[in-house]
């Protein structure tokens, strides 16, 4: 649909009928263009191809926030000139930023969230690195204080998202991944302990899995890390991803004890641009302390007059979202995040009970205890005639993004299917997906597709 009429976009060139002039041209796509084209006119060309990307809000794989209020909308627009990193000439944002990490560290039950340090970040893969660095930091410091070598230093973690298999890459530290069983997919305190060592920098446990949005046993994990230390004298730290968890256990799972309640989580990240309702290019870092977060690791720069300490991989980087996350939490508080969170875990909890009715399916998560959605796989010994890949491809064809993929090692045997019910997904749209599910599930068995889709011709979704 044209948004611009012809007036509008060749004032002067006389292109009588909508697009006549711009229409017969394709964009220039490997070479710098020698020629301006009109505004209206390269707009209307690029908003046409941004039609051919999915619908975000129809876009059930991901994590991240596709829906924010009007008032978010402006706050983004008065921030577009704003770059977060000159504290300098915007002190104003600064000062937000530093709130946000303060109320994060109430939240997250800080012993002394006044004097907590953190900061914000472009997302959780971003705050993941700097966790990372701040464990292998802290642990060769100890290391060559005792004068042993400081050189093969090895990070464990359970069902992780990709961002920790990079950090380990990037970061030269080795990646004990503890690979889930037939009868286990999470992480367990036993398999934590087996892969422990002098070298470990650290632990850690996923609050919300990628995969299967199941919470990982924090608790569990740190009480056996209390008792390993006591056996052994390794201390080893524990570093919370709460990429989605952060912004739901606090309000509707008070009773899950992960966070600084327990001493030996020393740092905790969340992205602000999931659950916790900022638009996207939001994440947060908190450590549990100041000594937490080793001082060599923090820049001090002197920049356009002023002066600053940063710890982060990028340097420039749009205010909006940090203006946007401290208008959530004014907005909302507590009560209005339990509330938006609760809806969303009824509605993933209502999905799953329709699913589960179609007999065809077993439920992995089920969006009562974990991250709200739902994850399920075709039940052991059925054969409906279809694969989840199928499904996908067919729910794509109503617009639904719905991702089938495998579970990892060893249990890639297992493919599954994953929604998430996010603010902006009501009963009412998942009442509509549900409708389209069982409609693709008849299509399916009616005409079987000629061969079904596996995993090689089917993949290439990446979990954000
Ligand atoms: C557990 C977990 N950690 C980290 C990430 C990466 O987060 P971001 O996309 O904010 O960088 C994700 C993304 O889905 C995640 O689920």
Not at 99 to 106: E, F, I, N, P, T
Not at 115 to 135: F, I, K, Q, V
Not at 318 to 340: K, M, S, T, W
Request: aromatic share 10%; proline share 7%.
């Amino acid at each position: 649909m044209a948004i611009y009429s012809k007036e509008e976009i060749f004032p002067n060139l006389g292109d009588k009928i909508f697009g006549t002039s711009f229409l017969p041209h394709s964009l220039p796509k490997y070479k710098f263009p020698k020629q301006e084209t009109e505004p209206n006119a390269a707009y209307q060309l690029v908003h046409d191809e941004l039609l051919l990307d999915g619908n975000s809000r129809q876009n059930l794989a991901t994590f991240c926030q596709t829906w924010v209020e009007p008032q978010i909308q402006k706050l983004m627009e008065e921030c577009l000139g704003k770059n977060l990193i000159d504290k300098d000439e915007y002190p104003q944002t600064a000062e937000l930023e530093s709130r946000c990490v303060h109320m994060l560290s109430d939240l997250w039950n800080s012993p002394d969230a006044a004097n907590s340090r953190g900061c914000s970040t472009t997302g959780s893969s971003e705050a993941a690195m700097l966790g990372g660095l701040a464990m292998k930091n802290k642990w060769r410091k100890k290391r060559q204080e005792a004068g042993k070598p400081a050189n093969k230093p090895n990070l464990i973690c359970g069902l992780v998202h990709t961002c920790w298999p990079m950090f380990a890459r990037y970061f030269d530290v080795e990646l004990r991944q503890i690979p889930c069983e037939p009868q286990r997919l999470l992480m367990s305190p036993e398999e934590v302990i087996k892969r422990c060592d002098e070298n470990t920098i650290g632990v850690v446990p996923t609050l919300g899995a990628t995969y299967t949005l199941q919470y990982e046993p924090v608790h569990k994990v740190a009480v056996a890390l209390d008792d390993l230390e006591e056996e052994r004298g390794l201390d080893i730290p524990m570093h919370v991803d709460a990429a989605s968890g952060g912004f739901i256990a606090p309000f509707i799972h008070p009773s899950v004890v992960w966070d600084f309640r327990i001493p030996r989580v020393k740092s905790i990240n969340a992205s602000g641009h999931k659950f916790g309702l900022a638009p996207l290019g939001c994440g947060w870092i908190v450590w549990r302390g100041s000594h937490d977060l080793p001082e060599e690791l923090i820049f001090n720069v002197k920049y356009l007059g002023g002066g600053m300490r940063i710890f982060a991989l990028n340097f420039s980087r749009p205010a909006g979202p940090i203006a946007a996350q401290y208008y959530n939490f004014v907005r909302l508080g507590r009560e209005g995040y339990a509330r938006i969170t609760q809806g969303c875990a009824d509605v993933a909890a209502w999905f799953a009970d329709q699913l589960r009715k179609l007999e065809v399916f077993e439920i992995i998560h089920d969006g009562r205890k974990g991250i709200p959605g739902c994850t399920w796989t075709i039940k052991r010994g059925e054969h409906p005639g279809f694969t989840l890949y199928d499904l996908a491809n067919q729910l794509r064809l109503k617009g639904w993004q719905v991702p089938a993929y495998p579970l990892p090692a060893n249990r890639g045997d297992v493919v599954v299917q994953r929604v998430l019910m996010r603010l902006g997904v009501s009963r009412d749209l998942a009442g509509l997906l549900m409708e389209d599910l069982q409609r693709a599930i008849k299509q399916l068995q009616k005409n079987p597709p000629a061969k079904s889709l596996t995993r090689t011709i089917a993949s290439g979704y990446n979990h954000s």
